[in-house]
């Protein structure tokens, strides 16, 4: 896990390729500052609803998690 906290930037969170990540905790909600999280490659079967509370997120990467098999509105609304 990689994790960095830039003033300029906010916080980044990159899990990335970790095949033992199953699930995404509610409590990321409470990372206010988070503008951008790569859990590509990881083994997600979903994305917690919460997410869609992150207003600094700006890149979120889910490629290739081939158990998510659906994203919630409030994510897919992010632009």
Known sequence: MCMS????????VILKDNKRLVKVRE??????????LDVGGCDLDCVPEGM??????????LKDNKRLVKVPECIKQMT
């Open 5 to 12: 906290r830039n003033k300029a930037i906010g916080e980044v």
């Open 52 to 61: 869609g509370r992150l207003e600094k997120l700006y890149r979120l990467i």
């Open 27 to 36: 409590c990321i909600q409470e990372m206010k500052s988070l503008t951008r």
